[in-house]
């Protein structure tokens, strides 16, 4: 981060500050034009753990019993993200009893009292039009059986909240932010009595950025797959309350859902979940098949690349491969050195994964995470395929950028005489050690058999050149690299057959069997799992080929397959208990 750009960053924190507190002085909305629907989903499990005391924000859990979430909550900038938007509202929602709405009723009316002049961390465009739909979405559970004094109070917060979304919303960051903030005003200015004259506004606004921030393709520039989905979540949520408030949908908006919802469908895995890149996790738990019946688009995904992924697909064995050059500019805040990495479901089981971001673990871990050796592909020990741009003195590492990308990636597929084939390269290599990585992978029709080939090369005599300095730099001794393959922790990982192959049990019964060419050695190694929720990294192993290359060319073969005795279908009716996990956090921690 430059100083103009911290300087930037501090003159939006005081304008944010400084609307705030004349919001606080504006006149308030008299009440709902209409009974606001719920759209928003949350978790039965974590909803009891809260009215329990155990709070789990960020990666981090506070247990505090019989105290508001404002004074439990550390003061940290991630927790604060997370907890000022109140996306717990829908959990508790979920458990919807008495206790639950006394529990919600309570840290609103709390919020109130300490936030809603204006003061706090929690006053920024995003997470105001957070805040606002889920208060919106929850209006009628929030406010049954209070005083008009609370109702009073709640209704004024809402409109101060939306007249400072009308007056900074054009500073939130472009992207995901942006269409949550334009879409609490719309939710704001179509169920508040007072407000509707912001509704137009956003309107427009959000029509514009339909059009500008979801290219041809239906994708955004940071490559996230989750934020992808929350963009669509909250387009539809938009157009869902244009349509019942008897307004005209944006022709803009409805083409962007066209344009997203295929890509979304090409980017998931045959369990449901999301392939996990550039920051992005798995996604709510039905959260995405949700979403793609709600936009009533039923396009399928097209040929070629979705925001530049690729996949292979057969008998619900799914394959999702980084094929394009990573996000760049401040579009790569949170991009990862993935490129020609891959995911790999076999039914409703993960098999290979990324580690995936740290983000909630703090700034090592969401370092670690977005670094090629985090990845299913190849990397050159000491390099990411992309470097991280280094923040200057007083900057966090919040503000690293990607800096020297790969700037030419290639993706043609095909079909071979047995199934389907991906031929991809980059150069993200190039410039250090004059090596171009090129990665083949074939996946049988049937779905039962991978095969892949990884080859670093040179191209031209300049590479050659590159090469040559690079070897000796390491004492003519090769340029040592990996590939690895990131096993999900519930995959059951033995060396077999002498350390000929790794044998890949699922907790649906499948196993599966890797195996490589003998041109490097195969190690199975420790691993870790960067999920969202959790109180830490989940332990895992990986599967590592590691060699040096000493010439000009140097290829590494390797199949994972089904094993003879594992049937076509599988029946497999259980998926991990998300619920339980929530359920045992506090004797876990």
């Known amino acids: 981060m430059t100083h103009s750009q911290s300087l930037r960053a501090f003159n939006a924190r005081w304008m944010d500050r400084w609307h705030a507190r004349l919001a606080a002085r504006a006149r308030p909305a008299t009440g709902f034009v209409s009974q606001p629907e719920p759209r928003t989903i949350g978790y039965y499990a974590r909803g009891r753990q809260l009215m329990a005391g155990n709070f789990l924000f960020a990666g981090q859990l506070v247990e505090a019993k019989n105290t508001s979430i404002w004074d439990a909550v550390p003061s940290d900038p991630r927790v604060a993200n997370v907890v000022q938007g109140c996306v717990w509202l829908d959990d508790l929602a979920a458990v919807g009893d008495a206790k639950a709405r006394d529990t919600g009723q309570a840290w609103v009316a709390d919020w109130i009292a300490r936030y809603g002049n204006g003061a706090g961390p929690g006053w920024t465009p995003d997470m105001t039009g957070r805040r606002l739909i889920r208060w919106i979405n929850h209006g009628f559970f929030l406010m049954r059986g209070q005083d008009r004094a609370f109702t009073d109070a709640y209704y004024r917060s809402l409109a101060r909240q939306t007249i400072f979304l009308a007056r900074r919303w054009k500073s939130a960051r472009s992207g995901l932010p942006r269409f949550e903030a334009l879409t609490g005003m719309i939710y704001a200015g179509l169920s508040l009595a007072g407000m509707e004259q912001y509704v137009d506004p956003a309107v427009r606004a959000l029509a514009h950025d339909c059009k500008v921030e979801v290219d041809v393709e239906g994708g955004i520039a940071t490559r996230n797959p989750e934020e992808l989905l929350e963009v669509l979540t909250l387009l539809t949520w938009a157009a869902q309350s244009l349509a019942q408030a008897g307004r005209d949908v944006p022709e803009t908006l409805l083409s962007a859902q066209a344009r997203i919802v295929p890509t979304l469908r090409a980017l998931r895995h045959a369990d449901g979940g999301l392939a996990r890149f550039h920051g992005g996790g798995r996604g709510l738990e039905g959260r995405l098949d949700h979403a793609l019946a709600a936009a009533e688009t ?13 996949r292979l697909s057969a008998s619900r064995t ?14 790569s805040f949170d991009g990862h050195a993935s490129t020609l990495a891959f995911d790999l479901t076999s039914g409703r089981r993960p098999l290979i994964v990324n580690c995936g971001s740290g983000a909630s673990f703090g700034e090592e871990w969401r370092r670690a995470g977005r670094a090629t050796p985090s990845h299913s592909t190849l990397a050159i020990e000491g390099y990411s395929s992309s470097r991280l741009d280094p923040p200057s003195r007083g900057a966090s590492l919040r503000g690293e950028l990607l800096a020297e990308v790969p700037e030419d990636v290639h993706c043609v597929p095909s079909t071979i005489s047995d199934g389907m084939r991906l031929e991809l390269a980059h150069d993200g290599y190039r410039h250090t050690h004059g090596l171009t990585h090129a990665r083949t992978i074939d996946m049988a029709f049937d779905g039962r058999a991978i095969a892949g080939e990884d080859l670093l090369t040179t191209l031209t005599p300049a590479d050659e050149a590159a090469f040559s300095r690079a070897l000796d730099a390491e004492a003519l001794q090769g340029i040592a690299y990996a590939v690895r393959f990131h096993l999900h922790p519930e995959v059951e990982a033995s060396v077999d057959l002498g350390g000929g192959a790794i044998s890949l049990a699922l907790k649906s019964g499948e196993i599966w069997v890797f195996r490589q060419d003998g041109s490097a ?55 991990e208990d998300f619920d339980a996990h929530l359920t045992d956090i506090a004797k876990n921690a």
Do not use: C
Request: proline share 7%.
């Open 298 to 310: 039923k396009h399928s995904p097209s040929e070629g690349l979705h925001m530049g992924y690729t």
């Open 318 to 331: 799914t394959l999702i491969v980084d094929a394009s050059t990573p996000p760049v500019g401040a579009a």
């Open 521 to 575: 050695e195969m190690t199975l190694e420790p691993s870790v799992y960067l999920e969202n929720g959790r109180l830490k990294p989940r332990a895992t192993q990986q599967v590592v080929l590691t060699g040096r290359a000493m010439s000009y060319a140097t290829r590494v073969r390797w199949s994972l397959a089904k094993a003879q005795d594992t049937p076509t279908a599988q029946r497999d009716v259980g998926i």
